[in-house]
T-cell receptor, first 114, second 109 residues
Framework: DAGITQSPRHKVTETGTPVTLRCHQT?????MYWYRQDPGHGLRLIHY???????DKGEVSDGYSVSRSKTEDFLLTLESATSSQTSVYFC?????????????FGPGTRLTVL | GQQVMQIPQYQHVQEGEDFTTYCNSS?????IQWYKQRPGGHPVFLIQ?????EVKKQKRLTFQFGEAKKNSSLHITATQTTDVGTYFC?????????FGAGTILRVKS
């Protein structure tokens, strides 16, 4: 499972509060990603990182920020959570296997914003 | 930006029946990946196709990449209850993936 953990696994919060989700990997992968999964939309990329302090936006980055101060940790922050950010959030790493860049996903965090 | 459309959104089959999900793009894809997500789980990589007309098999699963590299399909022969879940196609560009919306497969035993 590529040694990826996410915390917390479940969180319920109220609109307007800040929330930080953590992704931790143990295998020194350079690329890390945050996705959200919603019914009918599949997995949509929020932000990704290509190294310590190197991050870039994905297709649904509004309302989210990220930080990567260590190779093993990639944090996703909702500065002021809204109900539209209720979702399941997945972290992933990218690993090259031969000619293939394969993504491995963490177990996910289910976030509910009331 | 790059988009992949996946159909059907949902399919419910009797155990033993075949199942197919399709992935389509308006632009030429450099590659296509397929992932499976069990209910309550996380997506798991199944396979990658890169060549025009490529066909790969994994036991009862057959993956195809179209000749024009604009479409792909995943076919499951004789579905089993262990096949339930959501199947996603994804197209890679650089170090990013764009996912289709997924096809939810339910199998009646």
């Amino acid at each position: 499972d590529a040694g990826i953990t996410q915390s917390p696994r479940h969180k319920v919060t109220e609109t307007g509060t800040p929330v930080t989700l953590r992704c931790h990997q143990t295998e020194n992968h350079r690329y890390m990603y945050w996705y959200r999964q919603d019914p009918g939309h599949g997995l949509r990329l929020i932000h990704y990182s290509y190294g310590v302090k190197d991050t870039d936006k994905g297709e649904v980055s509004d309302g989210y920020s990220v930080s990567r101060s260590k190779t093993e940790d990639f944090l996703l922050t909702l500065e002021s959570a809204t109900s539209s950010q209720t979702s399941v959030y997945f972290c992933a790493i990218s690993e090259r296997q031969g000619s293939t860049d394969t993504q491995y996903f963490g177990p996910g965090t289910r976030l509910t914003v009331l | 930006g790059q988009q992949v459309m996946q159909i059907p959104q949902y399919q419910h089959v009797q155990e033993g029946e075949d199942f197919t999900t399709y992935c389509n793009s308006s632009t030429t894809l450099s590659n296509i990946q397929w992932y499976k997500q069990r209910p309550g789980g996380h997506p798991v990589f199944l396979i990658q196709l890169v060549k025009s007309g490529e066909v790969k098999k994994q036991k009862r699963l057959t993956f195809q990449f179209g000749e024009a590299k604009k479409n792909s399909s995943l076919h499951i022969t004789a579905t089993q209850t262990t096949d339930v879940g959501t199947y996603f196609c994804a197209s890679g560009y650089g170090n990013k993936l764009v996912f289709g919306a997924g096809t939810i497969l339910r199998v009646k035993s």
